[in-house]
């Protein structure tokens, strides 16, 4: 059975929360979507991450996101998340991928793993750290071969390469303990 909505909402990220904040005070009938875990791209961030960007920067709602030092870190930020939904009881549908979404007359169709919806509006709140930037270089598909840096500990006493010089390679370099070679 279709289920009809205002508003599908795809990613329950921060800024998808964002919207269900909207759309709930306003008491329109929405729907948030995720693929994975709530805040899914943070909860897949480097377990010991600390932000850039200070607590105010992060706050949604104007909710205050307390941290305990002047940048918040990984756990923080999921705790403030997680906090915002449930005391807000915000509609969120966990570990459902949408498969398709397809414009029929005056509505879309969205179609997932778990339902079909009808719904005025879509908005795709999707992020990008999902996306890995490949190479397209031979070996890159093999299983020893990650796009995403969890933690340094089962990097210890390996040969590393770590492919990048932003601040999160910057980071995981440091956490491993990469030689440099000249």
Request: glycine letters at 4%; hydrophobic letters at 40%.
């Amino acid at each position: 059975m279709t289920q009809n909505k205002d508003i599908i909402i795809i990613g329950a990220g921060p800024i998808g929360i964002a919207c269900a904040l909207e759309f709930k005070k306003r008491q329109w009938d929405y729907l948030v979507l995720d693929k994975g875990a709530l805040t899914n791209s943070l909860f897949n961030y480097p377990r010991n991450m600390t932000f850039f960007s200070t607590s105010e920067k992060l706050e949604i709602d104007a909710i205050p996101f307390i941290s305990n030092k002047p940048k918040p870190t990984r756990d923080e930020a999921l705790e403030y998340y997680r906090r915002v939904v449930t005391s807000n009881t915000l509609n969120i549908a966990l570990y459902e991928t949408v498969e398709s979404i397809d414009k029929v007359d005056n509505h879309f169709h969205v179609k997932t793993n778990k339902a079909d919806y009808n719904s005025k509006h879509v908005i795709i709140a999707t992020g990008f750290y999902d996306i890995p930037n490949v190479l397209n270089v031979p070996g890159e598909q093999l299983p020893k071969v990650t796009h995403y840096y969890k933690e340094a500990h089962n990097y210890a006493l390996q040969e590393v390469i770590i492919v990048g010089a932003s601040n999160s390679a910057v980071d995981a370099a440091l956490e491993i303990g990469v030689k440099v070679e000249k």
